[in-house]
Every structure is written in C-alpha cells, then in structure tokens.
C-alpha cells in the first residue's frame, strides 16, 4: 500500500523531470529511500532509476549499497550510509555525505543486497563514473562495462568516449563499447566491427561474451562470430597448456617446501621421521601466534608478519626438533623400525598438544596484501601467492645447498653422514652433529609452514596431509641427494597437474602413485642414487 | 595458572567419576545419555564442537531440573575419527553405560558404523548433520537436512533469483556428495538443463591444490550462459578452494559458489572480504534475527567463556534433538526405547530460527530451508528462506528409491515401504 504510494510518487517525479527539462537533474533522494522498503525485485527496479537520472551524486550511496552499509533509520525510514563508530553508527547524508548525527545500533537497519543487484549496481556504476575526472576511476568504469554489458549502456560509453583523450582508457571504452553494441540493436556493419575488437581483445570474458550472443545475433554475422570464437579459442588453447606447467611447477614448489626438510632427516640422516608434518604444523602455528600478536600491538606491521614469522618458526620448530633428537631419536639410531614408531607417537602428542591449547578448529591466519589477487600475463592469470611460493621454495633450496656445500657445520654433517667413524676420530662430535642436523632439518620444516600456512588450513591436522606427499618425493628423488628432491618435487608436481584435466583429481594422484611404485620397483634408489662409498654407510 | 587450574580440574574429575563407578547407590537418580563425537583425529575439528554443545544442553535442562525428576548425565567417549572404533563405543554407551540414548557421528560412514549397533542393541541416535538420505532406521532420527531441505531449495534460488543455467557439481570423493550429486543432476535434468551444461567434478580428502580446478571452473563459466557452481566440498578442503577463488577474481556476482558444508565455523579460518556474495544453504544461521536464537548464542558464548565462539547449523540439529528427546521421555514417563519411539513422533519443539520443529513418523524432522550469502565479517545474511519443509529420506528423483517411503509407525513400521509393490523391504535397511 505504502509502496504503491511511493511508486506514484517516483513516477510523478520522472514525469515532472521530463516535464521540466530545465531541471536538468531530477532528486534521487526519493528513490534511494525507496530502497528502505523494497525487495530484491523493486529495489532493481529502483537502481535501474537511479542508473537512468545519470546523476553522479548518487554514486557513493550505491558503492555503500553494493558494500552493505546502506541502512535505513527505523524512526523515519531515511536511508543513510552507515560507519561503524564505537559501539553505534556515524549516520551519513547518501547524496551529500555530510554526517547526520549518530545512531544506535538498534535505531537503524541494515537495507540487504544480494549477487543479483550487486551486478546491477556494479553495471550502473560504470556507466556513472565513465565520465569521472579521475583516470583511474575512468579505467575501473570502462572495465565494469565490458564484464556486465547492456545496451543501456551504450550511449553513455559512446558520449564518454568522444571526451576521453587518455589513451589506455579510450582503448578500454572502445571494447566496452563492442560489448555493448553487440547486445544492442545496431547495424551489422557495427556489429562486426564489433566482434573484430573482442577477437583482438581474446580471453576467457570475450570468449563468454561472445558466446553469450551466439544464439540470437543476426544470420549474417554467424560466420564471422564463429571465426571470432574458434581464434580466441585456440590462442587460449596454448595458454592453457602453459597454464598448466605453471600451475604444475606451483605444486611442485609445494612439494618441495614440505620436502626438503624431510630430504635433510630422511634423506641424509636416514631417520624415519614421522613427525616431519608436525613440524610444517608447529611453523604454521607459529605464523598464526605472530600475526595475533601483531594484530593486537601493532596492525601497521601486519604485511610484514610473514617475514617476522620465518626466524620465529624456525627457532621454534628448531627447538623443539632438537628436544626430540635429545630425547628420543638418539637413542634408536640404527633401529629404523622403533624411530618410525616412536617419531609417529611424537607427531600424535605434539598434534594433540595443539589442539588442547589452540582448539581444533581451523585458525585463521591472514594473507599480507602483496600475497593476494593475481595479475594476468597473456591469456593466464598468475596468482601472487603462487609465485611468492615457487620463489621463496627456490631461495630455500639455494640457502641450504650453499650451508651443505660451502659452510664448516654442512662439511661436519657431510663428514658424518658419510662415514660417521673417521670423522669422529677426526675430532668431530658426532652426537652434537646429528642433534644440529635435526634441528636444522625441523627448523626447515617450521619455515615451510609459513609458507604453506598461506594456502591451506591451519589446524592440527595440516601436517599429516603432507607426510606421504613428502616421503613420496625423497624416495622419487633419490635418498641423501637435495637436487634429486628438487627435480622429484618439480616433475611429481609438474606430471600431476597434467594427469589432473584430462583423468580428474582422484584418479590422477591414484596414477602418480602407482607410475611411482613401478619407478622404485625399476631403480629402488630413486632418480639420482648415491653412488660409492656412501651407500654402504 | 590457567593450565594448573584444568590439570587440577581433570584430576578432580578422574577421581569423582571413579568413586562415582565405585558408588553405585547414585546410579538411580540419574539418567545417563551417551555422547559420541571424536574429539581427536580428522573430524575433531568439526565434532568438539557438537560434544561442548550437548554438555551445555545437559547443563541446562538440569538446571530446570532434569527429566523425570532425575538429573541427567552425559557420557562423552571419544571415537577418534576412526569408523569401527564408533561401533565399538557405541556399543560400550549402550550395554556397559546403559545409557538412555545417544547423541552423535557426523560422517555416514560413522553413522553407518554404528547402525547395526544401534538396531541389534535396540538404542536410539539421534544424528545431527545434513546427510544423503536414502536411508531410515527405526532407531535413529535424521535432524540435520535431508537433500530436499538443502541442496534442491538452494539449486532452486540460484535458477530463479540468479538465473543460473549452467552448473558445475564440485564435491568430495565419499559417499554424501557423490548422492547428493546423483540427485542434483537428475533433478537438473528433469527441470530441461543439458546434460553438457552440467560439469561433475570430485577431489580427494584434503585437497589443497585447486589452481586447476578454479581454472576449468572459470572456462566452463565462459560459455555465455549464467555459471554457478554447487559445493558439496567436505569442511577441510574448502579454506584453499576458497582462497583460489578469491585469488584468481572469481567473484560472486560473476560465478557464485553454493556450499553445503561451510558454515560460521569453516569461515572462522578464513577471511571472508574476497568472498562476500558466495552463498551457503542451511536450515539455520546465526544471523537468524528471532529471540530464541539470541538467547541461545548469549548462552554458547558462557558456556564457552568465548566471544568469539561461533553457532552453526549442526549446533542447531543437536538442539532440536535433545529437546525432543527430552519432550518425548517426558511424555512416555520413562526411557525404555521402545515407548520413546512411539511417543516420539509427532512431538514439536521450538527451532532457533523462530519457528518448530516436529519429528515425522520416516523419523526425519521439518524445519525452514535458508539460503545466505557470506558477508565481510564471517556470518551469513540471510537472502531466502522457505516455509518449513518435510525432510525425504528416499529421494524422489532417484529410480531406485523414488517408489519408498518410510513410516515407523505401527502398523507399517516400515523403513522402506515399495509404495509400487506394496510390500516393505525395498533397498537398504
């Protein structure tokens, strides 16, 4: 009833502002109280008249729309833009942004919005702010353009574009302005000129575009639409195959950060270390315990978090590595069959421990700001956190190749790995070497999980996901050799995500296990095999 | 301190349950019900938070003071995520402790562990978590969602409100999304979509690398036709898929993402900014706006003595059972199995989200379905929310379970009554 007498109201509104063309601009303000009262359905009536009046004023009430901070006053059912201040709202005027007082929490409500009028603002927001003194915001509105195309659009593109003298904006608002011609009733000869621009323009979007008028464009272009497709699907073709050997390489680094510190306490200590995971999980933790502190004491260093976790992940898990050597390994070496024992009952009560002091649910630790989106490179999309992985497991693998090679305890560890005997009458404490080597390797593992802490869970169950994966690539890799780790981590990775399109997800990690086993059954030693004297210590 | 405090809180504890198993004489005046969560291994994660739930429910009814005159007692054993293992302590929960029911599992594969348990032994479960259907047992009550109260309401929003014509079908490899999905595709198809509109994809346990999956997501997506893609990911996996999404652009308003699984708790590890529109279907939420629910959450965050301590779904589930157990015993005046089956059925009980619950006679509950898409601080606002709905434990779009039906009350006592043939015994227990 109230509605209905609103609607008459915004509609005797219009006609007054077409009545009365020197009022150029009619109020919006009527409109977005409107928005109080309406549902989905009336409020999308609503934003298309709000898109139509072309006022730019109302621009911030419908980013605080889409944003969910337009709440109505229950007294009076005035729509403000809403701030949270101390325990209420900093109401503020929508048209004007002047403040309008505060409110209680309880005083005002919050107007919803659901994926279906975000799009609509999204698309209504483009074509108001196509005429934006900021470049920036130009670019932003000319891109909201081309991912939600409509006809409604098209004139204001075309006027926009005849103002524009910035030359990526206009190159933009020209393939906006395709996208839109071709969903409007314009001539063929545009139209084609049209489907040429998407063509040069490619990807996965025009693709859709594209697709999306396939059915109802004019006989006459069929032909050229299909040319248009089958190009932009090839040329995608070959960026999916590289797609793919990033993506293969980036769950190579993965593997490879859980692994290489297995590779120093499996691999060149020989133990059977089934705690391994439990240490990913300890550094994990670690970088969570950081990032609450500093949330708490100082959120400016928040994008800095991950770098002051490393040290503190590796001195813990180092630590706590050192205690389990200490304590338990050292008293089972040359009994391999008792240390896998004895390190699975550690990894349980350290995983038990956690979970009576952090609760077993997941945690939740934040991804720094340059860990996050992703920046396209030709037709694939290459996500930061991804690379900042593969780099960081790289630099890793450098760091401890040159400690192994170049340093006085790597050619100690080496000496002792190798025949433990001469190098203790060589004067080197073997005892203290092996208790250094496992804590070096624990602290490793403690500094993957930071890493890793930024693309899976953080829970008391994280490590035991990556044992398997982690043995699975020192014994492919071949025992007591790092760059074995590195080339089974990369191909395991790399022949994992080229398995997974065509046979699927589960059946492709069941095949890379299987070609695994008949790998070992051929050369038991793995991909690179300690030769000589090593292989009988 | 705080640590002396609960070791000295556990000792105290060990010592009054053993002269409490030395004391017999106390055994009348109490009424025992058993719980059977995992409290350690893989499904920790998601279990603690049911056992904390019936601790506080018990609390409180004996705060009003118990059933039948009697205080109620709750036995908590611990499963360990490990599916035999529930059969074996069911078993002890009902012939060692002798409990008066028992409140518990949360996979069907524990579920299914523990069924003959419960019939050979004649006990009753009450089970708190959507499942897959295609099943009824005289001696267990579904009151999470059935299919029909959360996956086929949820398709429903996103073909009419967002138009979705294309669907991709992402789930865990195990048994809940593989029958959910079974039914989603055929109920897909009986609506007129293609089957080349359709994309079924499954992942194993613990998947954490989705780069592949989110980009075939993305091409399906780019076929001109409005995609949406409807998650039956198991709790775990979701934070990386999520994350992948995020990372790569894919925003709601382009390809929503529906979930059955993800709740207040997944989310409570995650930052939801990036995900904010992609929607979940439950039969509650927190963010449910009735005084029941405000009165429930204040009480969660006491007992928990955390703020921060989120409500879900299955916390609800558990609620509804635990009432209607109690309202049942109350109406029977005893707690032998068979008189609280029969006195069962049909009882009503208020629902957190502001309306009741009332226990069918296929033992599965109704209550309203609600969708809600996520939001910047990790709740859910509610977009859509049906009247209550019967939860079907045969799936109608399903040929082989689409002719039965359940009603366990007498004379049909029947799980799986063939409505064609006439006769009860069609498939499954």
């Known amino acids: 009833m109230t509605l209905k007498s609103l609607l008459q109201a915004f509609l005797a509104c219009l006609i007054l502002s077409f009545a009365a063309p020197s009022f150029a601009q009619s109020d919006p303000r009527p409109l977005i109280d409107a928005l109080a009262k309406a549902d989905f359905n009336e409020a999308e009536k609503l934003l298309g008249q709000i898109a139509a009046s072309g006022d730019a004023r109302v621009v911030p009430a419908l980013n605080a729309f889409a944003e969910g901070d337009l709440y109505f006053r229950k007294s009076d059912n005035l729509v403000f833009i809403a701030k949270t201040a101390g325990s209420g709202f900093e109401l503020i005027d929508p048209l004007t942004g002047t403040s309008a007082g505060q409110a209680a929490k309880n005083a005002v409500t919050k107007i919803k919005v659901n994926n279906n009028l975000r799009r609509v603002i999204r698309s209504a927001m483009g074509g108001l702010t196509l005429l934006s003194p900021d470049r920036a915001v130009r670019l932003q509105a000319a891109d909201a353009v081309l991912r939600s195309p409509s006809p409604e659009n098209l004139d204001l593109v075309e006027a926009a574009l005849a103002k524009e003298t910035d030359k990526e ?132 260093l928040f994008d800095w978090s991950l770098a002051i976790a490393l040290p503190v992940a590796f001195l813990v898990t180092g630590a706590v590595g050192l205690v389990i050597e200490r304590g338990v390994i050292r008293f089972l070496y040359g009994r391999p069959l008792e240390t896998l024992l004895a390190t699975w009952g550690v990894s349980l009560i350290l995983q038990q421990t956690i979970r009576s002091i952090f609760g077993p649910t997941n945690q939740e630790v934040g991804n720094p700001s340059w860990m996050s989106g992703s920046f396209p490179v030709g037709g694939m999309t290459i996500t930061w956190n991804r690379m900042w992985i593969i780099l960081f497991s790289m630099s890793i693998f450098v760091a401890l190749l040159v400690l192994l090679k170049k340093s006085a305890f790597g050619l100690n560890m080496r000496a002792v790995t190798q025949n433990r005997r001469m190098a203790s009458s060589m004067g080197i404490r073997t005892p203290w070497v092996d208790a250094f080597t496992f804590a070096l390797g624990s602290g490793i593992a403690g500094i993957a999980g930071v890493a890793l802490s930024q693309i899976d869970n953080v829970s008391p169950n994280l490590g035991q996901s990556y044992i398997i994966d982690s043995f699975m690539v020192v014994v492919f890799g071949g025992v007591g050799n790092l760059w074995g780790t590195l080339v089974g981590a990369l191909s395991l990775g790399v022949l994992n995500k080229f398995l997974e399109p065509s046979v699927g997800a589960v059946l492709g990690k069941i095949l890379v296990l299987v070609l695994i086993i008949l790998f070992i059954q051929k050369r038991p030693r793995g991909l690179f095999a300690l030769k000589g004297r090593a292989v009988e210590a | 301190m705080t640590f002396k405090a609960k070791f000295a809180g556990a000792l105290l504890a060990t010592v009054m349950s053993t002269t409490a198993l030395s004391g017999a004489f106390a055994a009348d005046d109490t009424i025992k019900i058993g719980v059977l969560h995992s409290l350690s291994g893989t499904m920790a994660i998601s279990e603690t938070t049911l056992k904390d739930v019936m601790l506080m429910l018990v609390e409180e009814q004996n705060k009003k003071g118990g059933v039948l005159g009697k205080k109620l007692e709750a036995v908590v054993v611990d499963p360990a995520s490990d599916w035999p293992l529930f059969a074996e302590k069911a078993r002890q929960l009902i012939s060692q402790d002798k409990v008066a029911a028992v409140f518990g599992c949360w996979t069907s594969s524990s579920r299914k562990s523990v069924l003959p348990v419960f019939e050979e032994l004649n006990s009753i479960l009450f089970y708190p978590v959507q499942y897959e259907g295609e099943e009824s047992s005289r001696n267990i009550f579904y009151t999470g969602a059935a299919p029909n109260q959360q996956a086929i309401p949820a398709v429903d929003y996103l073909a009419e409100s967002e138009g979705v014509q294309r669907w991709v079908l992402a789930g865990t ?193 109704t209550k309203p379905v609600l969708i809600g898409e996520i939001q910047a601080d990790g709740q859910f606002e509610i977009v859509q929310e049906t009247p209550a709905v019967v939860g079907d434990e045969w799936s109608d779009y399903l040929p082989d379970s689409k002719n039965l039906i359940s009603d366990w009350r007498k004379p049909m006592s029947c799980g799986n009554f063939n409505v064609a043939s006439g006769k009860c015994g069609g498939k499954g227990s």
């Open chain 1, 169 to 300: 904006v206009k190159a933009r608002m020209e393939e906006a302005r395709a996208v839109s011609v071709l969903s409007s009733d314009r001539s063929i000869d545009e139209k084609r000129a049209a489907i040429e621009t998407i063509k040069n323009l490619g990807g996965r979007n025009s693709l859709g575009i594209l697709n999306s008028v396939s059915g109802s464009i004019d006989a006459g272009l069929k032909g050229d639409l299909d040319a248009a497709i089958a190009a932009i699907e090839s040329e995608q073709q070959l960026w999916d195959m590289a797609q793919n050997v990033w993506y293969g390489l980036s769950l190579g680094s993965v593997l490879l950060l859980a692994a290489i510190g297995l590779a120093i306490t499996f691999g060149v200590m020989g133990i059977i270390n089934m705690a391994h995971g439990e240490m990913v999980m300890l550094g994990a933790y670690s970088t969570f315990v950081v990032q609450d502190v500093i949330r708490d004491n100082a959120p400016n």
């Open chain 2, 173 to 365: 490899d195990y048994v809940y999304p593989q029958t959910t999905n079974k039914i989603l595709k055929a109920y897909l198809m009986s609506k007129g979509v293609a089957e080349s509109d359709i994309m079924v994809n499954y992942t194993p346990f613990g998947h954490s690398d989705w780069q592949t999956i989110v980009s075939d997501i993305k091409k399906f997506g780019s076929a001109g036709k409005k995609t949406a893609v409807v998650s039956t990911i198991n709790g775990d996996a979701n934070v990386p898929f999520y994350k992948e999404l995020g990372n790569q652009g894919i925003k709601a308003e382009d390809i929503p993402v529906v979930a059955f699984s993800v709740g207040e708790e997944e989310l409570a590890g995650l930052d939801t900014k990036p995900l904010v529109g992609h929607l979940a279907a439950w039969n509650y939420f927190q963010s449910v706006d009735a005084e029941v629910n405000a009165d429930f959450i204040k009480e969660w965050k006491a007992f928990t003595k955390n703020d921060k301590r989120v409500t879900n779904d299955p916390m609800e589930a558990a609620y509804i059972g635990f009432s209607a157990w109690v309202k049942a015993v109350e109406a029977a005046g005893t707690t032998d199995t068979d008189k609280v089956l029969d006195s069962i059925i049909g009882v009503s009980v208020p629902n957190l989200s502001g309306g009741t619950s009332t226990v069918m006679p296929n033992h599965h509950i």
